[in-house]
């Protein structure tokens, strides 16, 4: 028979187990590597760059000298996904990490952060800003070089409230081309998603 004392004895076991199974980080250099892949070649030395500790916490690991800021692929997740953006970006991209931290999904977050948008509590930038995103498996990048294959390249520019009319861009996905996504939205934005070139021998 199971004792009344061992439930109690592993709830209190618990945290120090899954922390256990915590994933632990990568070296600060690997990375800053992978951090900064997105970005164009002409910004990676100075961008700043976020990425996580030994405890999991997201932290600056690097200072930046220019605009833009690079968030590091999160080890406890399983695919690769590093992302660069102007630093004006900041707090709409800071805000939605922690609301998504406390476990709200998509409709939640931009139902929040477009409240505290309108009340101005929330800022988004008044121009054009870009972002540079990798999506892919955690094989597609190599971590003793530096370098990513495979994965897909989606590349943004936020323009606030931008519309079809105002735009001239078709909310319809554009394959290898512009197209406008959440039209009339405060974080309206353009997509560019370069078609991946087909492996040798494929049709």
Request: positive net charge.
């Amino acid at each position: 028979m199971i004792s009344a004392s061992k439930p109690a004895l592993f709830a209190a076991m618990l945290p120090a187990l899954l922390a256990a199974q915590a994933v632990s980080p990568p070296s600060t250099e690997v990375q800053i590597a992978g951090a900064v892949s997105p970005a164009p070649d002409s910004l990676k030395a100075g961008a700043a760059v976020l990425g996580y500790d030994k405890a999991g916490q997201l932290i600056t690991i690097r200072q930046g000298r220019n605009n833009l800021i690079c968030l590091a692929d999160n080890p406890a997740s399983k695919d690769f996904h590093p992302a660069c953006y102007q630093k004006e970006l900041e707090p709409f991209m800071a805000r939605g990490r922690a609301l998504r931290a406390q476990g709200l999904k998509r409709a939640a977050i931009d139902s929040v952060r477009y409240a505290e948008i309108m009340s101005g509590a929330l800022r988004m930038p008044p121009r054009p800003t870009t972002l540079y995103e990798y999506f892919g498996k955690k094989e597609n990048f190599d971590s003793t070089t530096g370098k990513v294959t495979g994965a897909s390249a989606v590349y943004v520019v936020y323009t606030p409230y931008a519309t079809e009319e105002s735009s001239g861009l078709s909310t319809v996905p554009l394959p290898g081309g512009p197209w406008l996504m959440y039209p009339g939205k405060p974080w309206a934005h353009i997509m560019i998603v370069p078609e991946k070139p087909k492996a040798a021998g494929g049709q």
